[in-house]
């Protein structure tokens, strides 16, 4: 298997009570199969506590109930009990795996980790290469579905948008473009002319006037879990002068990484594509209005806006029809 990963992210260690933002607070914790079926096989009277915290949501998945916002197994130091009582190889996937997350592309897998987390936020931010590594392992490709074509057409197409975006000032102009190509991306794999991706020339695209055209009213239909959240993102107008930093192209390169690639199963490469454009200038906007630093504005972004199924579902539809 190869695996591929940001230059950042062997940088992470995750700072536990420290951390100012705790990740067991606010979301609701989703418990894999597995650990469901060892907690129940528990007999001690810590296993009986944790099934009595469990049941099943509107969407069918198993999660802990929270208490006052919190993960019930969230201690007054700030610290796991199933990690304390059980070890961390029994706490859910969920939490093993968070801030982490990987994707995969059968021979290739790709990690990353993920904006929402404080730690992350700070080193997505400040980071100032996107480098990549790339290591190998004994593992064996995952089946599945995927169209090899496709997949190798759209890796090269994202390499274009890093080489188009890393240079020179970040621009509304330069995003503008980027969601043109998006469109014509997107046009090839309707039509199936993967064959013409490669020719697509980036700056031919013409300019979208999609930047200008961000509909504030969205922002309002969003569900927040914060006060906070809702004063950041509620009140979005557009600001012409809005100076984009290296920490927005920073943001703007760890979206289209999480995303661009992964459209390859859905066959939406556009609103990937504009989803990284939206969540850039969302962000750097708010940060600017607000006063709060960039890490900090996306952490919160992603946080309470990406994570948000609802959230994500709403973006979605608004770039398609949008397009
Ligand atoms: S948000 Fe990040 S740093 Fe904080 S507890 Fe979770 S993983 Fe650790």
């Not at 392992?137 to 089946?143: A, K, M």
């Not at 890393?166 to 064959?195: H, M, P, R």
């Not at 969003?222 to 920490?247: A, M, P, S, V």
Request: some cysteine; proline content about 2%.
């Amino acid at each position: 298997m190869i695996i591929h990963y940001p230059s950042y992210f062997k940088k992470f260690n995750c700072i536990a009570d420290k951390c100012p933002d705790t990740c067991c607070s606010m979301w609701q914790v989703v418990v894999d199969k597995e650990s469901a079926e060892y907690y129940k096989s528990l007999s001690s009277d810590f296993g009986r506590k944790i099934c009595s915290l469990m049941y099943r949501d509107n969407e069918g998945d198993i999660v802990f109930k929270n208490r006052d916002n919190h993960c019930p197994f969230l201690n007054d130091k700030k610290l796991c009990n199933i990690h304390i009582n059980l070890g961390q190889e029994h706490t859910p996937c969920t939490c093993k795996m968070f801030p982490r997350f990987r994707t995969s592309f059968g021979g290739t897998e790709e990690w990353g980790i993920s904006l929402s987390c404080p730690e992350v936020a700070q080193l997505i931010v400040d980071n100032n290469s996107f480098d990549f590594c790339t290591v190998f392992n004994e593992d064996l490709p995952d089946i599945n579905e995927l169209d090899a074509e496709l997949f190798l057409e759209i890796k090269g197409a994202r390499k274009r948008c890093y080489d188009y975006i890393k240079d020179g000032e970040l621009t509304y102009n330069k995003l503008n473009v980027i969601v043109s190509y998006g469109k014509a991306l997107q046009e090839c794999a309707d039509s199936k002319s993967y064959d013409k991706i490669a020719g697509i020339n980036i700056d031919s695209c013409g300019q979208s006037k999609f930047a200008e055209n961000i509909d504030r009213s969205i922002f309002k239909d969003f569900e927040y879990l914060t006060e906070k959240g809702r004063k950041l993102f509620c009140n979005y107008d557009y600001i012409k002068e809005l100076k984009f930093t290296e920490q927005s192209r920073n943001i703007f390169l760890y979206y289209l990484y999480r995303y661009m690639l992964k459209s390859v199963y859905d066959y939406d490469v556009y609103s990937a594509v504009a989803f990284a454009v939206f969540s850039t200038i969302v962000i750097t906007n708010a940060a600017d209005k607000s006063g709060l630093n960039l890490a900090e504005t996306g952490r919160i972004f992603s946080k309470e806006i990406e994570h948000s199924q609802s959230n994500l579902n709403s973006i979605i539809e608004y770039l398609k029809h949008n397009a």
